[in-house]
Structure formats: structure tokens, C-alpha cells
Nanobody
């Protein structure tokens, strides 16, 4: 069974940092592009950061550029999202997703496999 499992979410103060992890089970991530998406209550899902299968190509949403960094460790079958300088508007459920085409673009229709999500809450 192919699964993606997110971890690392939690409660953090504005200006703080969190690192999210996306671990795969049942398949290897080597050939998959991986994206992080988020959805806040009452808002549409948005692409946060995406990385190609090789790691050579990344894409970031405008609202997180310069603050978030996506990376991958194929040996550990895991993709990370380092989130710095967090703001209250970053509060959302964060999902990782995999696209077998290997592309590193945040077009959610490309993504076939989705995790269950992890909550990130930024509040003072």
C-alpha cells in the first residue's frame, strides 16, 4: 500500500520555525516529484513548495519564498519542508503529495498520492 505520512506540525509563535517531514512507505520516492500543499479553514488549497524527483528543480509559492525550503533525502525516502519566520497566515493543515511524473511544480492535478496532513498553528 502506497502511503505518505507527514509529521512535524505543531504550535509555534510568530517568527518561529518548524520542520515538516514527509515519509513514504510501500514505494520509493526516487522517481516522484513531491509537493507540499496547505489548506486553511475557508480557503482553497495552495501549493507551498514542490521538488522534482532529482531535487534539481524546486518551486515555491509567492507567500513563502525566502522563508521556506524544500529538500529531499532519497536514501531516507523522506522529503522535508523547513519553515522559518512563520506568520499567523501560515496556519493551515499541510499535506505532502507525490506525482509519478517526477515534476517539481505545484500543480495539484499532477499529484496522485496524498498524505493525511499535519496541522501547523502559528499564534502568540
Amino acid at each position: 500500500q502506497l502511503q505518505l505520512v507527514e509529521s512535524g506540525g505543531g504550535l509555534v509563535q510568530p517568527g518561529g520555525s518548524l520542520r515538516l517531514s514527509c515519509a513514504a512507505s510501500g514505494f520509493t520516492l526516487d522517481y516522484y516529484g513531491i509537493g507540499w500543499f496547505r489548506q486553511a479553514p475557508g480557503k482553497e488549497r495552495e501549493g507551498v513548495a514542490c521538488i522534482s524527483s532529482s531535487g534539481a528543480s524546486t518551486h515555491y509559492g509567492n507567500s513563502v519564498k525566502g522563508r521556506f525550503t524544500i529538500s529531499r533525502d532519497n536514501a531516507k525516502n523522506t522529503v522535508y519542508l523547513q519553515m522559518n519566520s512563520l506568520k499567523s497566515e501560515d496556519t493551515a493543515v499541510y499535506y505532502c503529495a507525490g506525482n509519478p511524473r517526477g515534476r517539481g511544480v505545484c500543480f495539484d492535478a499532477l499529484y496522485d498520492y496524498w498524505g493525511q496532513g499535519t496541522q501547523v498553528t502559528v499564534t502568540s
